[in-house]
């Protein structure tokens, strides 16, 4: 972990920790424009524990997301990875640099051990196709042998996000937002996944279902054992959800820490700034 990262005392030093499932070194991120190149994420380290939730904080123009779609290897051009490597740990598999891997060792990683939900993913299914049906496509993209046990294995997964199993047969506009985000949260974990990245979860939710999608995420770390990073501008998200944050700053990482330590005595100026726009939270989060 880099020198100048503020790290709460009581967690200390990560980045080599043998039970990370992801270790993000020296990344730097560039979008080029014909004003020269914007620095997104600048030299950036960072250790993601296996089973933990950890939270990516930072205002809008931060980073956040331009961190993760960079080691998920879908940056698309102005965007350049310009340095790093970003260690990855499936369990029972070697570990592999995201970074370096071919394209079809990726696809092998996709869903089966990297999921992603990107931000406004809701948009993302496919509204010609029933729910159960956009299940089968992942699953038995990547794991054919499950293919008898689909019957089993949907209602179940749905089960598990708090939907019951007449929504297999629905389509998404039957759907509300809180239930389509769900619906993808379950196909996010069905090939049981190591690590799983939600890009602003709850965003353009209302406030009741958004506790309601973060109760669910949390309860997937719970029953699946998965190691979950959430980006979210919104500090309370992490105060409800996070074992860890991490806030982002202009790029760089500014601090990280266990979410109560962090949110009791923030070590950055800026993280302070960010609790105290949500009094109330930043109180409960004591
Ligand atoms: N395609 C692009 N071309 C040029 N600059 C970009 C591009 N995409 C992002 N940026 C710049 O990179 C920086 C980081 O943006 P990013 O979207 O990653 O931040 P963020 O914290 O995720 O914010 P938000 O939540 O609003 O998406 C910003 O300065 C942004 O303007």
Redesign the pocket.
Known sequence: MSESVKESAKHKGTSTDSGSVLEIKGLDVA?S?NRGD?Q?VRGLDLAVRRGEILGIA??????????AVALLRLLKP??KVTAGSVMFHPAGRSPVDLLKVNGEELRVLRWSALSYLP?GSMSSLNPVMRVQDQFKDVILEHAPARKDSLGELIPRLLSQVGLEPRVARMYPHELSGGMKQRVLMAIAVALEPDLVIAD?PTTALDVTIQRVILQSLADLRTDFGVTLMV?S?DMGVHAQLADRVAV?YE?RLVEVGDVRQVFKDPQDTYTRQLIDSIPRVGRRAQ
């Open positions: 979008y424009t914007v997104a930072g205002e809008s123009g931060s980073g956040k997301s331009t961190l102005p965007g931000q602003e980006i501008h982002m790029g």
